[in-house]
């Protein structure tokens, strides 16, 4: 055997004057960023490909004699290095003065202005006086896509936005045209984008390029209020960054990179927050007086509720209460409170998404089998069954992508229509639902050599056929984490939380009979329908068109029409809480604005409790929060992850949940990237660039 | 001889004194009569903000807020919105939908005006804003802002149809 | 087709020129044709390799390396597929004798291409054609299906068993796509921009697959040094730049063309004797020596071998080899601005300095040209050049400021006479507007 020289581990250098040490094949711009030295770049984005082509970052080295870029020279052992030499630094000025040539100096009008990368920079690296007086190249502004501008004039050509659609997303829908100082960037396919309409294009942005319809020229950054929250729609949970002037939300983005989806947003996150200001919220409580539905006091509607439950309660009637997809823990935990301490019934449901209960119960006893978002872009193989996840779970799909990217993942895509992930998959199958277990053992072999597997599931495997994937999984033998893929913000959450007859929070079992969802409704015989958060009426009737109805929501859905009483809720960025997201992880909202007229679930639910004379203890969400974490099974969570934004996991319970779970009820809604649920119709951005809607395959 | 000293220097004394009384009686007045006739001002003297128009009567302001954010006492409430074809307010993208000056709380200390990248605002003269009603003090833009002059656009038009040219 | 020869030529590239349909495969194998393949096939690869070493020919490209040492780099083992690509994206202005060379004597860059893919073991050749040279196409195709049909290509090429097949490819005319890797984008179907060097083309190129790209006069002068033997090429030149090479001079000198000239050239003996020199009662201004993209030589540095290290010592470089001669009727800012004008078009838009050094350069220079400007601005001229140069992703910055940096220092009293003159009217209008 051949004696070979292990390559070294560390690498000596000298930057500035000062040994340093550091890891072989790092980058020169990250050794200095590490350092906390400033190498300013444009077209550097670290998780992208490689550009040298802003030449900002040139800095000079012993091993050549011209300046070389830090952001593709990768530190060698003795290299020499000097940051702020003072031809670098000439350098670095010439450079901006060489951008600035062509540059609009429309910084007050520009909405980058005030976070623009190229003023800053100016601002700390360039000449105080340009040298340059010959007339600027000029084009004019054009709109790429009812959400994206395109100001051809500002940009310095960094290729950023070309390189986060192509390898961030996969959608490729931007490119360069033209030569030299006329180069531009423009929609691949025609002038307008078909694309994901996500937005991360005008986010990544350094300068006022790219800029967002929703957003241009109504405020300036430093106007306005920062809060951090979580997306309100689908399961993913990423993390949101809302930008508030006059309790308004002006736009949504993750530039600080913090939460689990580090910058990621999709279009729902970055743009589909404007259901929030539409002119259909409800603001006032209404009862049905005289047949209609009239506005009415708050203490007026609480006190008609009220007595009408303590009527029903004292008579032994029956209720059925519908809960949400939406609404946080806290809201939950407090509703299933009330619905079985309170008013003595078992009749507590939600829409269920995905089979969390069976996955679960067929996992108990092993350790370590759910997967967190962390596992996405870590693990080395993973398997997708029966989900488009760049349509369903954006953020799933970009973590997947992007871990293919750094990592070579190797990704088994099994869906019964092209998914995006058949571009980079080792290996994809056309497969109907239903019919993916068979069709699972073509790859068994080519599966048991992965080191390691993440599987993630659609609502077609549920019940049986998710015994039977745990089954095919665990003969593996390989590690094996699971995903059950759920709908929205907190589907979650609701099972944790109990919101199903057969457990109560934490997959206690509630040995208690109780009415699901469809049984409600069939129910001629039902006295109290009580709908927090959802729609159940939305395509069928009741079978007693006499019970009372109460609904909670936001707008006056088909539900909310239907009731006798209806309150006026305060939407999820409007709140306090925390949601749980698809990978069980508990995050934080913040209430950023508010509507007027408007209460949260959790405040509703205190005050009806209140007066309907229950004990049900205080109703604000630290304190709710704090029961959960004592009660509920997997909830104790850290909090300091949580007070600072974080994404804290949720520990599952490991053990048999010893439960007969009605599988048959578990049905996703089947969004896309355009939909969202009943708000899909409030928010006028998902409406206005939704081309091709309904791409997405369901089962017949 | 001690008291003739002090006499003569005395007398001089008064002599000197009402020299420059009697030479000043000859000057013009520097008093001026207000409220009964015009106060004179200096040229930069800082007074009630005008906001002002450019060479085609456009508005100046591109509503940058840099004047809010200069604003010591924060009393500069701006809402942007975006200029359109068939309504073109200001020279830039975006003009100023909104502007309002809170004078309960302005200082005049005219960082605003040294912000204003466009020469938008300044400072007139008008000083005499004083008032038993503090909701009046709010001034919004229609009451700071410069007349049209003669013979130029007016304050809103629309370019499609005075120019016969689609936009700019 | 060509200029008349010279006297003073070594003709070893241009030796079929001139014979009766030099262009056909007839032509070429009743003179020598495909001896020098044949005679590869014979050495072996390795022998090859040595033989162009041994040769010390260097890329006629513009950069002048090894071609030797450029082929000893590719991986000849690797399991990827290697292609041989041949660079005829002649666009230097000041240069035009690949064109001669494709027109007069395809078969014997066909040839080179061939021992090239031999000796790399590869099964696949393209010769990426300037778009401009559309008529050449023909020729190419034509010379191609020649060799084809006498088995010089194709399968079982001289019942060795190695296939070889080889494909014309036209560029759209950008300048850019004569950088080796941005015509490797290019021929990829990508947008004509260079790419990250390391890694280099010799193991990641074309489909990021092991490739060897060469100018179409390296390739024609492996055909020669071959046949005919490495001592036999290298004896022309200098020690490290060895053989012939096709010249072109252009500009003030009597007899402009194209000529096979030894490396071991001096500048003045290409200008008076082969030139035929200055028109009568012209004293010379300037020359470039290595295309519009190498700094500007004045008179008296002009005393200068024309190989490529005489060149470099002498602060210019060889580049393509076309010499452009200036006599006293030159004028100096115009030429300036010609040159700064064919950078600014051609330059990619890929990096900041290049994309907008050339086009401020261009404007200030039309500015002094039209007599706007002062002495200020030239300087500012020599400055801009001065921050474009080495800073740029690629050679066209540099090919665009170290001529114009050049031309402002040498002749800044040129600038000032001018200026003055435009100013006061006295220079023609032609000469003022040009372009």
Known sequence: ?700 | ?168 | MFNPPSPHEVKILTRRFGVQNSHTIDASLAHQGYDGLKKAIAMGADAVINEIKASALRGRGGAGFPTGMKWSFIPRTSPKPKYIVCNADESEPGTCKDRLLIQNDPHSLIEGIAIAGFTMNSNRGYIYVRGEYRYLIYILETAIAEAYKHNLLGQNILGTGWNFDLFVHSGAGAYECGEESALLNSLEGKRGTPRLKPPFPATHGLYQSPTLLNNVESFCAVTHIIRDGAADFAKHGPEKSGGTRLMCISGHVQRPGVYEMPLSTTLPFLINEVGGGLRPGRTLKAVQPGGSSSPILLPEECNVGLDFDSLAKAGTMAGSGGIVVLDDTADIVAYALRIIRFYQHESCGWCIPCREGTTWLKKILERLNQGEGTMKDVDLVGELAKNMFGRTFCALGDAAAWPTGSIVKKFRGEFETKLAAVQARQVPAELVNIG
């Not at chain 1, 007086?289 to 009239?294: A, E, T, V, Y």
Request: aromatic share 8%; hydrophobic share 35%.
């Open chain 1, 1 to 700: 055997m051949a004696t070979t020289t292990a390559p070294p581990t560390v690498i000596n250098a000298k930057l500035n004057g000062q040994d340093i040490q550091t890891k072989p094949g790092t980058l020169l711009i990250n050794l200095t960023k590490e350092l906390g030295i400033e190498v300013p770049a444009f077209c550097y984005y670290e998780g992208f490909s490689l550009q040298a082509a802003c030449r900002m970052c040139l800095v000079q080295v012993n091993s050549s004699p011209k300046l070389l870029p830090g952001c593709t020279t990768i530190v060698t052992e003795g290299m020499v290095i000097e940051t702020e030499s003072p031809l670098v630094v000439e350098a670095r000025k010439s450079m901006l003065e060489f951008l600035l040539t062509n540059h609009p100096l429309d910084c007050p009008v520009c909405d980058k202005g005030g976070e623009c990368e190229l003023q800053d920079m100016v601002f700390k690296y360039g000449a105080g006086e340009s040298r340059f007086v010959d007339i600027k190249h000029h084009e004019p502004e054009r709109p790429f896509s009812p959400v994206v501008y395109y100001d051809p004039a500002r940009c310095i050509l960094c290729y950023r936005c070309v390189r986060v659609c192509d390898e961030g997303y996969g959608v490729n829908a931007l490119g360069v045209v033209n030569r030299g100082v006329l180069s531009e960037i423009a929609p691949n396919r025609g002038d307008q984008l078909n694309c994901d309409e996500c937005g991360a294009c005008i986010d990544i942005c350094p300068v006022g390029a790219l800029t967002s319809n929703t957003y241009r020229y109504k405020t300036r950054p430093w106007e306005m209020k920062h809060v951090g929250t979580t997306c309100a729609h689908c399961s993913n949970g990423c993390k949101t960054t809302l930008g508030v002037r006059n309790d308004e939300i002006m736009r949504a983005n993750n530039r600080d990179s913090s939460g689990l989806n580090e910058e990621f947003l999709c279009i729902k996150g970055r743009f589909g927050f404007d259901f929030n200001h539409h002119p259909d919220r409800l603001q006032s409580p209404m009862l049905r007086i005289d047949g209609d539905l009239q506005p009415v006091s708050w203490s007026k509607a609480l006190a008609a509720v009220a007595a009408k439950f303590n009527e029903v309660k004292a008579a032994g009637g029956k209720f059925g209460i519908v809960a949400s997809n939406r609404t946080s823990n806290e809201e939950n935990y407090y509703l299933q409170k009330f619905a079985r301490t309170g008013l003595g019934t078992n009749n507590i449901d939600h829409a269920r998404t995905g089979d969390v209960v069976t996955l679960v119960d067929a996992l108990s006893g092993k350790q370590g089998k759910l997967a967190t978002m962390a596992d996405l872009y870590q693990t080395k193989a993973a398997l997708v069954i029966g989900s488009d996840l760049a349509q369903q779970h954006p953020l799933l799909a970009y973590e997947l992508r992007r871990n293919w990217r750094h990592h070579q993942a190797r990704i088994y895509a099994m869906t019964p229509g092209p998914v995006r992930e058949d571009k980079y998959a080792a290996a994809t199958a056309r497969v109907a639902f239903g019919e993916e277990i068979a069709a699972l053992e073509g790859w068994r072999e080519q599966l048991a050599k992965e080191p390691e597997l993440l599987i993630l599931f659609g609502d077609s495997i549920k019940g049986a056929s998710l015994r039977q994937l745990v089954d095919f999984g665990e003969s593996l033998g390989i590690p094996v984490k699971y995903v059950a893929l759920v709908d929205y913000a907190n589907s979650r959450g609701a099972i944790d939380m109990g919101l199903v007859p057969e457990l109560h929070p934490g997959f206690v079992p509630s040995g208690q009979p109780g009415l699901t969802l469809p049984e409600m409704l069939d129910d001629s015989q039902l006295d109290v329908l009580w709908v927090v958060g959802a729609n159940p009426l939305a395509n069928r009737s009741q079978a007693n068109p006499k019970a009372f109805v109460v609904v909670q929501d936001l707008f006056l859905t088909a539900t909310a029409a239907r009731a006798d009483v209806v309150f006026p809720a305060a939407s999820a960025y409007e709140k306090k809480g925390t949601v749980t997201n698809v990978t069980g992880e508990v995050q934080r909202l913040t209430a950023a604005v508010k509507t007027m007229g408007t209460k949260t679930d959790l405040e509703i639910f205190g005050l009806l409790g209140k007066e309907m004379g229950l004990e049900l203890g205080i109703w604000s969400p630290d304190a709710v929060f704090n029961e959960i974490r004592q009660n509920v099974r997997g909830y104790n969570v850290t909090m300091p992850i949580l007070a600072t934004g974080g994404a804290a996991p949720t520990t599952p319970v490991n053990g048999k949940v010893n439960v007969e779970t009605r599988s048959d009820l578990v049905h996703s809604a089947g969004d896309t990237l355009f939909t969202s649920g009943s708000m899909t119709k409030y928010s006028q951005v998902l409406n206005t660039v939704a081309e091709r809607p309904g791409q997405l395959y369901k089962p017949v």
């Open chain 2, 1 to 168: 001889m001690a008291n003739l000293t002090e006499i003569l220097s005395a007398a001089k004394a008064i002599t000197k004194g009402m020299g420059i009384t009697f030479g000043e009686m000859l000057q013009p007045a520097l008093t001026e009569a207000y409220p009964d006739g015009p106060p004179q001002f200096q040229e930069r003297y800082r007074g009630a903000h005008v906001l002002k128009r450019d060479e085609n009567g456009l508005e100046k302001c591109v509503a940058c807020f840099l004047c809010a954010a200069a604003c010591p006492s924060d009393c500069i409430y701006i809402e942007a919105a975006e200029n359109t074809d068939q309504l073109r307010i200001s020279g830039g993208e975006r003009y100023a939908q909104v502007y309002n000056i809170d004078y309960n709380r302005c200082i005049f200390c005219g960082y605003c005006v040294e912000a204003c990248p466009t020469d938008a605002i300044t400072h007139g003269h008008d000083f005499e804003i004083a008032s038993y009603d503090t909701s009046t003090l709010i001034y919004r833009k229609e009451k700071m802002l410069e007349a049209p002059q003669a013979g130029k656009a007016s304050l809103a038009y629309d370019s499609q149809a005075s120019n016969g040219t689609s936009g700019h």
